[in-house]
């Protein structure tokens, strides 16, 4: 167990970024897991916690704050009308399926492996937010049928591996296929409660060794982290969402790629170097 003033530094770690991941939710529309789990990853290896399940803990811990924080964007931007339920309603059940089998493999990888993977889906993510235009579309209608089968669970299970909200491949793809932006994020927020709740409920119920595991960590999620993220995400996203009404939002979001690229890039270093 590290000391107190060991501990000092990763609570304030903790405290400022997770500030800063509820600023740039409510201010860019991307969701806090693509900051937290890379977050929580530094903050438990500082203190010495690396094992061969500490990715586990990150993608859980994240996770859960995204429950919390899910249901309050989904009943915000419900209260403007911008949720489209029906888009929901279809891609729900292939979303949750698959964050249930993201749980199930993400179980059974080695942290080096979900650390690997985290940092080629980031870097991809960023090269999208940094160089991806709203004008693009790749159909006017979301898919149906035999596409949304196949798409749906995809979403729930990369989104598990990486530990994020359903912003990240969600939004994309629904502006991709002629989905205004706004309702585009608003739905969204509904992919990540439909990622978040099954796929917190797994790693609840899978035990990490008690050797080397953060104290108050319960199955896979870490209580303590989870708290401070929560306090934070709640008090900042407001502030976020005002300066996304008085801030262009565009070169800010290009600021944001290239900082998830240098972090995608440290991360694919961590899991190829040891």
Known sequence: MPSFTDLLPAIALLVVFGGAAGVLAGLLGVGGGIILVPLFFYVFSYLGYDNAQLMQICLATSLATIVVTSIRSVLSHNKRGAVD????????????????????????????TLVLIFGCLAFVIALYMA?????????????????????????????????????????????????????????AAGFGLTIALPSVAGFLLSEVPALNRPPLTVGSVNLAAF?????????????????????????????????????ALNMLRKALMG
């Open 85 to 112: 339920w029906a888009i929901l309603r279809g891609w729900a059940p292939g979303i949750a399926l698959g964050a249930l089998l993201g749980v199930l493999v993400a179980n059974r990888l080695r942290s080096d």
């Open 131 to 187: 160089f991806g235009k709203l004008s693009w579309r790749i159909a006017d209608q979301m898919p149906t049928g035999a596409k949304r089968l196949s798409m749906s669970p995809a979403v729930g299970f990369l989104s598990v591996l990486m530990g994020i909200g359903g912003g990240s491949f969600g939004v994309p793809i629904m502006t991709l296929h002629g989905l205004p932006i706004h309702r585009a994020v608003a739905t």
């Open 227 to 263: 708290a401070i993220i929560i306090c934070m995400t709640t008090l900042t996203a407001p502030l976020g969402v005002k300066l996304a009404h008085a801030l262009d939002p565009k070169p800010l979001r290009r600021v944001f790629a290239f900082f998830l690229m240098l972090v």
